[in-house]
């Protein structure tokens, strides 16, 4: 296993390994309740979107593990299957099983662009600033999805704020005890980390859900159900190709491009900032297997499509696991053997409360805003394109449209300032197909 994974020539051990990979798990179990909830109002079956994205998740972290030995997790991305809700389904009027049959051959496309000689020429061609500045932008990212989850911070005013108190439900305002449970065990894990525990990350999350029993935020399962896998059938292989390609070809191309391009940035961001932040990048700033990690990505995504579940996507969440030590492959094995292990015990899973993982984000959140410094601040042609980077991922809720926006506004001050030749080729290419995209999905 050591020679096999090169756990001990990489600075890791079997056991942080494990930890990593169980913390990951825990950041981003919440996919498990959530996906099924927003793909269920297209139609689609609850509990066997529920298995469809425990096996999805499982397939995209066995392939990351054997393809690219790297620590990173993937399930159904969050954002992904908000657009495949609402914009596929809802906006452009195609049915959840044609809405499969686009994911499928975004997929497709994905994985076509994974095994040429682009999947290394698109990481490679990203300045090194920029990639500073898109692992400071996942920082912030996932420290603001942590505060949404427990609606620490909500839009009820129409702008963010903080919410101690929020509705339950019943047009009762009430004390947000999510929230609340979310800074306790922030506290607790901030002070670990300070003292340099080994685990902090994961001792804080088992803590605050011991807490979160007495403030009702932690709950044991009623009942082990197995009435998932009766209704797997219901979405598994149900994509509707032919109905598809009957509705035009303009709003196909827009639906699958979009999936296609949101799923490599997402991808390549989340590689390249984690990766950077824990040291695991080479000299030029690129980490070494990550061509195959988006290879092992494409493949996920068809065949979470073809089982019935939105754009499978390497998880910004595994940052938790590497924040631990996880290094290696073994750790993305951990992450997957625990979502096949949630098929049968996901309401076990569904024991540790949003408000443990919380914490968790905002820690690592704390970790990688360090790719910050490393931008240069006196020189505008850097510091609006990283600016935009790191503002965008948060504001737009999007690791791509930050990445989009960084590559279109440092092409175009290039570009104006007559230093054309500065820019590598694929960027300007990407910008193009940035302002493509925008420009199509608002047709």
């Known amino acids: 296993m050591d020679k096999f994974f090169k756990i001990s020539e990489r600075g890791s051990s079997v056991r942080a390994e494990i930890v990593g990979g169980v913390t990951t798990f825990f950041a981003m179990a919440y996919i498990i309740f959530v996906n099924p909830g927003l793909l269920s109002q297209t139609g689609m079956n609850s509990n066997g979107v529920m298995l469809a994205t425990c096996i999805s998740a499982a397939i995209g972290c066995l392939l990351t593990a054997l393809l690219a030995n790297a620590p990173f997790a993937q399930a159904p991305g969050m954002g992904l299957n908000a657009f495949f809700t609402f914009t596929v389904c809802f906006g452009m009027g195609y049915t959840w099983q044609e809405a499969l049959a686009i994911v499928l051959l975004s997929g497709i496309l994905f994985l076509v662009i994974a095994v040429s000689p682009l999947r290394s020429k698109i990481i490679s061609s990203i300045p090194a600033f920029l990639k500073s500045a898109i692992s400071a932008g996942i920082g912030l990212f996932i420290a603001f999805i942590g505060l949404l989850n427990v609606k620490l911070v909500g839009f009820g005013a129409g702008v963010p704020a903080l919410q101690f108190l929020v509705d339950d439900g019943a047009g009762n305002m009430v004390a947000n005890t999510a929230g609340i449970l979310t800074i306790i065990g922030l506290l607790i894990t901030a002070i670990l980390m300070a003292y340099k525990v080994k685990g ?15 403030m009702g935020q932690t709950h044991l399962p009623d009942a082990i159900t197995m009435s998932v896998f009766k209704d797997f059938g219901e979405v598994a292989f149900k994509l509707d190709i032919p109905g598809v390609m009957a509705k035009g070809l303009l709003p196909l191309i827009t639906a699958v491009v979009s999936f296609a391009l949101v799923d490599c940035f997402d991808t390549v961001g989340t590689l390249i900032g984690t990766a950077k932040n824990a040291g695991m990048t080479d000299k030029n700033g690129n980490l070494p297997g ?17 089982l019935g579940t939105s754009t499978v996507t390497t998880f910004v969440e595994s ?50 805003i360090r790719g910050a410094t490393e931008v240069n601040w006196g020189d505008f042609e850097e510091a609006c394109p990283a600016f935009l980077t790191i503002a965008m991922m948060p504001f737009a809720y999007s690791i791509s449209d930050g990445i989009g926006f960084g590559f279109i506004s440092y092409s175009i001050i290039k570009l104006a300032r007559g230093k054309a030749k500065d820019v590598p080729v694929l960027v ?15 047709i």
């Open 319 to 368: 940052s938790t696991g590497i924040s631990e030590g996880a290094r290696t492959g073994l750790s993305s094995i951990v992450v997957g053997v625990l979502f096949l292990l949630a098929c049968l015990l996901a309401p076990v899973a569904g024991i540790i409360p949003s408000a443990a993982t919380a914490p968790a984000l905002i820690i690592v959140g704390v970790l990688m």
């Open 290 to 306: 990550g061509d195959r990690a988006l290879i092992a990505d494409a493949i996920a995504t068809c065949c979470g499509a073809c």
């Open 428 to 442: 300007y290419i990407i910008s193009v197909l940035f302002i493509l995209k925008y420009v199509l999905t608002s």
């Open 200 to 214: 902090a990350i994961v001792i804080g999350i088992i803590i605050t859900t011991i807490i979160g029993f007495p």
